[in-house]
């Protein structure tokens, strides 16, 4: 059995829970090594299986490291389940219901917490897949289309040996830049232009963003993203609240008078997903770990005329060690 | 207020259902004409009202049918909330434990029961999507690996105005053709070459499957396979039972032999989502309607030798309407 599915088992006892069921394909990719394409149902307990559905039955015997079975119906999940049952927080109300009465049932986090500190294995596959996607972006043109430069960089990334885009690449210039979600369109690009990409490698992903800029105005802005993406990275360490991140990256915002023009949180866990725990922001209550990854990411959106936005992925250590290789000021 | 609204607010009433919190972005998007990147809240009443981040705020009043407000925290939602409340099926335990208690909650699929049945614009989306999906195919030259051949196919889809491939894009050739979900690898491709792939056009989505085949063993496979899906598409009218076209596909397999070998169900229902209502499956208990678009997709899948799959999209009206324009057998 590997190491992490004992850690979480081990975590299943203390918590005097007898059997737990993952649906979550993440959470199953994590303690298999097999990333369900339909649904499954991993069951943990002393002898962990994994229900597998007929469709991914030959895929999974061959990268399954636990014990697989065929089901046919969610009703046979019942007959592998004893004494108190452990479920995921994001299992949805339908398959609830049909559980709830029959067992007791309690909610729990351990797998995603388990997840948030990353094994050396897992660090090398979100760097590798970190170099893919700055290779990737390194590789382009800055001319066309939105477009046209996100159906570049994505294909760049495939053939640079991503499995996908690691969620839907942003490319927003001029003032749709001041959308921190903003798709791209078939304007010609123009400045700044704001790139939020990332890469998938063995199933761990990339975040990162870029934004580039070119007048006076825009550079005074990113190097008030720039200090308060800084201070926030040097004040990472294992011991310190992840809402203390979030607080000194808004402060220096909130200081050159745009606080209010920071519209999202400082960063987030990275991993088999792309937004996990811990998470950077306000709310929190969490406190940051050795070998944790996560993002930095602060931003300033000013709606109509442009925004910037600079993220990094961090490993923790005894401090912060910036994975990124590319520099956080880009021209071309 | 829109249509589709007006109906879904009406079915609401039939159920004694006063508000309903509606959370699944297809759902929203629907409902409002937006489609939230983080975590929106639709709030459904006679006088609905969307509470999205302020992440998105800004995207959102430029599209949104349904008056907009921009929430902080989730429990801000109780003051939205009166009467008996409507929750999604896809509802996770966590968000619905903090809800239980202070409301009298009921799960409903309304709205996805309003989305199976299509309007004329939502049919014309799906249509341009599978539009490009096909162009895009018929742009390749096949050869390289799978992963070049798939990262070409995408790079087109984009090109051709496709938001982002509508899921991850299969290409599985040789004996992987027998994994009905094979990602691609970096072999060169062999026959046959299983294709399934779709664009995305105003949110909505198309989904097919060609394989290309070269043997004379592959052949005989493959008109098995042409065969249970012309039958099924025949037998597609308002009135029969989704269960049904599934037996009919079944059955044809299941003669020559084959029914083992045929390991997923008939189809599916798409457009804002990849897999939404009705399932062709054997124990689905809907009843096929008019304005319904669902793609009939039977397969072979023979262990260690290769698998074929076909799949096209029907638009449902007195009889199937095969919304595909290129052949099931296609050669290069």
Known sequence: MNTKLKQVIESMHKENIDSMIVLKPENIRYLTGFRPSSSSILILKDNPVLLASKIDREDASGRSLVNLEVYKEFKDVKNYLEGKIG??????????????????LE???IVEISRAVKSKWEVE???????????SLLELEFSGTEVE???QL???MRINDSERASFETIVASGSRSSLPHGSPTKNEVEYP???DWGAVYNNYSSDTTRTIIETEKQEEIFNIVLEAQQTAI??????????EIDNIAREVITEYGYGDAFIHSTGHGVGLEI??????????EGILEKDMVVTVEPGIYLEGEFGIRIEDMILIKNRATVLNKTKAKLSF
């Open 87 to 104: 479920i995921e927080n994001s299992m949805n109300v339908e398959t609830y219901k049909k559980l709830t009465g029959d067992f007791e």
């Open 107 to 109: 909610t729990t986090d």
């Open 125 to 135: 596959n979100i760097e590798k897949a970190l170099q893919i996607a700055e290779k």
């Open 149 to 151: 430069l996100a159906a």
């Open 154 to 156: 994505e294909y760049n």
């Open 193 to 195: 232009i704001l790139i």
């Open 234 to 243: 040097k004040s990472i360490k294992p011991g310190v609240k992840s809402s």
């Open 275 to 284: 937004h996990e725990k811990p998470s950077l922001s306000k709310n929190d």
